[in-house]
């Protein structure tokens, strides 16, 4: 875990990073947003346990805490979910119903604690709004980005993360070129199937960010970016034509275990 930091004077990050080994480095981000009913945004991941819940500690009160709003059920946001929820006894857990399903599978998820979320349907936390939004890619049918009306910030779960070739605290500390590099290949890995788009079509779905011109994009996979999205969004617009991402295969694997043992 990195130290969390504040992005504005509601919201702050709780960062850390996991490193890709070849690659760089992929950003994975939770966050509280501290509404008149404060919300934790995911969970961070699992091999963070304890550092995750003092990060926590050190922004709220996990007793204060009111919401859980889970964007997916993917391991790097659910890691810690459990021990959350154990801390927050208040909190209700927002998800897409799907994700509650698949949990389930897993562990005993708390049916009468969770709260059903479909895009396009909203909770009122008191003081704003929290309107959940599909991002425009996405690698779980369950995901639920949010919009919050008071701060303009999206909160675009996978959508717009990059692998970066070092942590960054800010989006702008990135150097442009790979920025654009690391958001590419992170989209063409995490969603393979934007290959199979249309891009005129693909691109009315980045209309519809556009609309929303958010002031600040929080993805769980990338550092903190203010007044970027018309940037990111032509970025994106080129990823269906982009050269798909092939995956490191055995001969690669192997490669690896060689140079780390030649190395060791
Ligand atoms: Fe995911
Ligand atoms: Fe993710």
Do not use: C
């Given at each position: ?72 059920d993917d391991a790097d946001h659910t890691g810690n979910i459990r021990k959350v929820l154990e801390a927050a006894p208040e909190a209700r857990l927002v998800a897409n119903a799907l994700a509650v399903l698949r949990m ?161």
């Open positions: 875990m990195d130290k969390p930091h504040q992005v504005t004077p509601d919201i702050d990050v709780l960062p850390a990073h996991f490193p890709i080994p070849g690659m760089g480095f992929l950003p994975i981000n939770a966050f509280v947003i501290k509404a008149a009913e404060p919300v934790l945004v995911d969970t961070g991941m699992g091999m963070d346990s304890e550092e995750f819940m003092k990060a926590l500690e050190s922004v709220i009160d996990p007793q204060d805490l009111r919401w859980v709003w889970l964007t997916h389930s599978t897993a562990w005993p998820v708390p049916m009468d604690r969770v709260y059903w979320l479909n895009p396009g349907e909203s909770i009122s936390v008191g003081d704003r709004k929290l309107t959940a939004v599909r991002p425009p890619l996405f690698d779980n049918p369950t995901t639920i980005g949010i919009y919050d009306e008071k701060s303009e910030v999206f909160f675009s779960v996978d959508s717009f993360g990059a692998i970066l070739s070092s942590p960054a605290q800010d989006a702008d500390e990135i150097r442009e070129v790979d920025l654009s590099r690391g958001m590419s290949i992170w989209a063409t890995a995490d969603n393979p199937w934007v290959h199979t788009l249309e891009p005129n079509k693909f691109s009315q779905g980045l209309d519809k960010i556009r609309q929303m011109a958010p002031k600040m994009i929080l993805s769980t996979h990338l550092p903190p970016a203010r007044n970027k999205t018309e940037q990111f969004l032509k970025l994106l617009a080129d990823v269906p034509t982009s050269e798909p991402f092939v995956a490191p295969n055995q001969a690669a694997l192997e490669q690896m275990l060689g140079q780390m043992k030649g190395g060791g």
